[in-house]
């Protein structure tokens, strides 16, 4: 039985050896195809629209500036419709009936994990993401399952629990607890917070997780509330995070609140009462303060009459962006090929060049003259781990008199830096 | 020409993944008139025992049994088995649209466990590295995802053959006879109750294994897999292809996919790149309007349930 198998699989691989052969001519044809799967309908569809008009428009710029290597590139988007079994045959098709050597997606984990494993992967293409967090992918890549295929332009979670855990032993808690949103998110952020704080030197109170959308949270802050503790982190959503909130406040608990990215929200302030959160202190991404991100904020508005205020907008642009520049360095349009030259191009030491028609002019011209270049766009400065993931600078909020004011600063390298210290 | 056949062979693979499910709910529906809302619930049982004997072992979450494939898809099929026979003990007296009401409650509960039972089910960062069998036997995708489509080609292939040979037994005239009227078959002494819960068992079973087929072919199990949305795909495969007939069944899931996936193709040929961040509802709207002509052309189906008169009515 065995060897029947055997002898069916080799005849299945010479099949697929002729039929790889006839297709191995590779000179670059025109125009060059880059793939988008993202769920512009479903219930993440109004999120991907803008997302995608943005991939659309870092394409246009960069064809304004000649396109790849002679060639216009041509956008082919797909919509996941926020289906993993979409998403994959997308990406699927893509891949065999266009021939896109690089995928652009998907926005949820759910769906771009499983392209990564079950299409980019095998069939030896580039992925690289916006918006998924998960930090499934970073312990795929350790375990050496992505090729190195896998990038994502999303500063992961590493950096949040980080931050927060820096937030609390700076202010000298000891006893933190913690409640949290249950998804992929909010799991992965609450297990690093739950490490990184000890290590920095505070303690941990209760971790208590929440599922979304319920009318009231007493069950769980009142287990939260457990052993007095004198601070409490909290990763939320505005609604539920203003629901927790007001019952924590309620219930006696502390007002040392540190809270996650998201809650930095009008819609949170107004529904707890702005008076209760004086104590209050958040973390959030920061624009790095770069003339590249002004200019792709100029280039924005000039096209769309708005300013890029939505999630995934920047690093979509910084994503395609820099798949393109790596398409250019390349030399051939294959997945490994520019695998390889997303690192190339990202390279700490190369010019640095900016995003739109002038800059990808320039690095264009720096590429053809074989001089290393370094990208740096619309957030920062790019500069991919081993497993794929980038860190963004952060900065720290509190509500001063009722306003939502920037009281700290820190760069990437400073993020790089707390990290390194917690991981070692 | 490559790239076409690679694609279809890839198509095929998940279509014939879907079909075997859709044979199951065939089974409920079709056969035996049992309303089940709850597909997605049993693929997920199915997928999720798959990838806990499957795959391979990690910290803080149960499984890593590394067991082989064959293991894993039987194992699939038992856990829906006894899940469809629990849930079944309790629904199965409902009638209709209240069986419908229940079971559909009862995959959202069990897509609710998969996201907070994190020791199981490895919550929502899903359940990776779940090994594929095809990549063992070949290199390279296409000869890995030929392997794979052979392979599901048979079990699709054997489901079927089994199948029509059940329906086509007296057991499946049973079912046929509770479908139709449970109080006259129950007064030529058959057990409609017995007959109900035996067809909702075997479709169950039928799902888990297409669950643990999805699993193993994509090497990653999450809750965002079970969403309410794959329950209405199913069912809409089953009206398409047309109920209580086999062949329909699985005609359906090949259809209603190259519908559902070739309309995004269309889409991103026919509407010019400036505007494609808008094709999502386009795309939506075209997968309805094809459904919609389907049912209206033909009401039962692609192709609907062959009129089964007895031989001996004949003389």
Redesign the interface.
């Known amino acids: 039985m065995i060897r029947r198998?055997?002898a069916?699989?080799?005849g299945?691989?010479a099949?697929?050896?002729t039929?790889?052969m006839?297709?191995a001519a590779s000179a670059v044809e025109c125009p060059v195809k880059l793939g988008a799967v993202l769920?512009?309908?479903?219930p993440m569809?109004q999120v991907?629209?803008?997302i995608?008009?943005t991939g659309?428009f870092a394409v246009e710029l960069f064809n304004e500036a000649g396109g790849v290597k002679g060639c216009p590139v041509?956008?082919?988007?797909?919509?996941t419709?926020g289906?993993?079994?979409?998403g994959?045959?997308?990406a699927?098709?893509l891949?065999?009936?266009e021939?896109v050597p690089a995928l652009v997606g998907a926005i949820?984990?759910?769906?771009s994990?499983?392209i990564l494993?079950?299409v980019a992967v095998?069939?030896k293409v580039v992925q690289i993401s916006c918006c998924s967090s998960?930090?499934?992918f970073t312990?795929?890549a350790k375990?050496g399952?992505t090729d190195g295929l896998w990038f994502r332009t999303y500063a992961t979670n590493r950096s949040q629990s980080a931050m927060a855990a820096l937030l609390a032993t700076k202010a000298g808690f000891k006893k933190t607890a913690v409640i949290y949103v249950?998804?992929?998110f909010g799991?992965?952020l609450a297990n690093r917070f739950k490490e990184d704080v000890v290590k920095l030197g505070g303690g941990l109170g209760e971790v208590v997780?929440y599922?979304e959308s319920q009318q009231s949270y007493r069950a769980e802050v009142t287990k939260a509330l457990q052993g007095n503790p004198d601070s409490l982190f909290l990763i939320a959503f505005p609604v539920d995070g203003a629901t927790i909130t007001r019952e924590w406040l309620a219930l006696g608990g502390t007002d040392n609140l540190i809270v996650n990215n998201s809650l930095r929200s009008d819609d949170y302030f107004d529904a707890v009462g702005r008076q209760y959160l004086k104590n209050l202190i958040g973390y959030d991404s920061a624009q790095p303060r770069l003339p590249s991100v002004a200019t792709f904020n100029e280039l924005f508005e000039k096209r769309f009459d708005s300013p890029p205020n939505g999630p995934g907008l920047h690093s979509v642009f910084d994503a395609v962006t820099v798949t393109l520049l790596a398409m250019e360095q390349a030399d051939e349009l294959t997945g490994p090929a520019i695998r390889d030259a997303i690192r190339a191009v990202t390279k700490e030491g190369g010019t640095e060049v900016h995003p739109g028609p002038d800059g990808i002019r320039r690095a264009k011209e720096l590429i053809a003259a074989g001089k290393p270049i370094r990208y740096v766009g619309a957030t920062g400065a790019l500069s991919f781990d081993e497993n794929g993931d980038v860190q963004a600078p952060k900065m720290v909020w509190k509500l001063i008199d009722g306003k939502n004011t920037e009281v700290e600063y820190y760069s990437t390298e400073d993020i790089a830096r707390l990290i390194a210290k917690l991981d070692n | 020409?490559?790239?076409?056949?690679?694609?279809l062979v890839?198509?095929l693979i998940?279509a014939l993944i879907f079909a075997v499910a859709v044979l199951g709910l065939n089974l409920q529906w079709g056969f035996t008139g049992l309303f089940n809302a709850g597909v997605a619930g049993f693929l997920a049982i199915g997928a999720y025992t798959m990838a806990i004997l499957t795959g391979p072992s990690r910290e803080a979450v149960l499984g890593g049994y590394e067991l082989p494939f064959a293991v894993g898809l039987l194992g699939a099929m038992l856990a829906s088995g006894f899940a469809a026979l629990v849930i079944g003990l309790i629904t199965l007296r409902l009638r209709d649209e209240f069986l419908a009401v229940a079971t559909f409650g009862i995959a959202v509960t069990i897509q609710?466990v998969c996201?907070?039972w994190?020791y199981v089910t490895g919550?929502?960062?899903?359940l990776?590295?779940i090994p594929n069998p095809s990549r063992a036997?070949?290199?390279?995708?296409?000869?890995?995802n030929?392997?794979y489509l052979?392979l599901v080609a048979v079990l699709a292939g054997l489901v079927f053959v089994g199948l029509e040979r059940i329906v086509g037994a007296p057991w499946g005239r049973v079912l046929k006879a509770v479908r139709e009227d449970e109080t006259a078959a129950a007064s030529l002494g058959k057990n409609p109750v017995r007959v109900r819960l035996e067809a909702f068992v075997l479709g169950c079973m039928l799902m888990g294994l297409s669950g643990a087929l999805?699993v193993g072919?994509?090497?990653?199990v999450?809750?965002?897999?079970f969403?309410p949305?794959?329950t209405f795909q199913i069912w809409t495969m089953l009206i398409v292809g047309g109920s209580a007939n086999n062949r329909g069944a699985i005609l359906g899931a090949l259809i209603v996919w190259a519908v559902?996936?070739g309309s995004?193709?269309v889409?991103?040929k026919l509407v010019p790149?400036?505007v494609?961040?808008?094709?999502?509802?386009m795309?939506?709207v075209l997968i309805g309007l094809i459904l919609v002509v389907t049912l209206l052309f033909r009401p039962r189906g692609l192709i609907g349930e062959k009129i089964a008169v007895s031989r001996h009515a004949r003389d």
């Not at chain 1, 289906?83 to 979409?86: A, R």
């Not at chain 2, 494609?276 to 509802?281: M, T």
């Open positions: 198998v055997r069916a699989a080799a299945l691989a099949i697929a050896a039929f790889a006839a297709g769920p512009v309908s479903g569809g991907g629209e803008r995608a008009q659309q041509e956008y082919v988007l797909r919509d419709q289906q993993p079994t979409v994959v045959d997308a699927k098709s891949v065999e009936l021939g949820s984990s759910g769906v994990l499983p494993t079950s095998p069939s998960s930090e499934t312990q795929l375990e399952k249950n998804t992929d799991v992965g997780a599922n | 020409m490559i790239g076409l056949v690679a694609y890839f198509f998940v609710l996201v907070n994190e919550g929502t960062l899903g990776i590295s036997l070949a290199d390279g995708p296409f000869a890995q030929l392997i052979a999805y072919f994509i090497g990653y999450s809750p965002f897999d969403l949305i794959v559902w996936t995004g193709f889409i991103s790149p400036s494609q961040a808008q094709s999502g509802a795309q939506a």
